[in-house]
């Protein structure tokens, strides 16, 4: 069965760095288009960036663009998120998911605070 596992998320200072890892299984990894999704405590779900198959083609929203870089190794079938510049409005769990479907992950919590 689809299996999505994030992990990497933790707690930064403004301005520093995370990466995160979203391990994909039961499915052909390398055949879908593979997003990253957050929801801020008492908000609703923000998509944040989306990476085709190959990972050639990638695309942001405008809050994180040029900060977080998204990339995939479909060799590991992983699924990654860098997050530079950190601010304290990206605190929020953040979610893997197979795009345009059902399957997520159970996400992983990203707190940036002094």
């Known amino acids: 069965q689809v299996q999505l596992v994030e992990s990497g998320g933790g707690l930064a200072q403004p301005g520093g760095s995370l990466r995160l890892s979203c391990a994909a299984s039961g499915f052909t990894f390398s055949s879908y288009h593979m997003s990253w999704v957050r929801q801020a405590p008492g908000k609703g779900l923000e998509w944040v960036s989306v990476?085709?198959?190959?990972?050639?083609?990638?695309s942001y929203a405008i809050s994180v663009k040029g900060r977080f870089t998204i990339s995939r190794d479909n060799a590991k079938n992983t699924l990654y998120l860098q997050m530079n510049s950190l601010k304290p409005e990206d605190t929020a769990r953040y979610y893997c998911?197979?795009?345009?479907?059902?399957?997520w992950g159970q996400g992983t919590q990203v707190t940036v605070s002094i």
């Open positions: 990476s085709d198959g190959s990972g050639l083609s990638t």
């Open positions: 998911n197979i795009w345009d479907t059902e399957y």
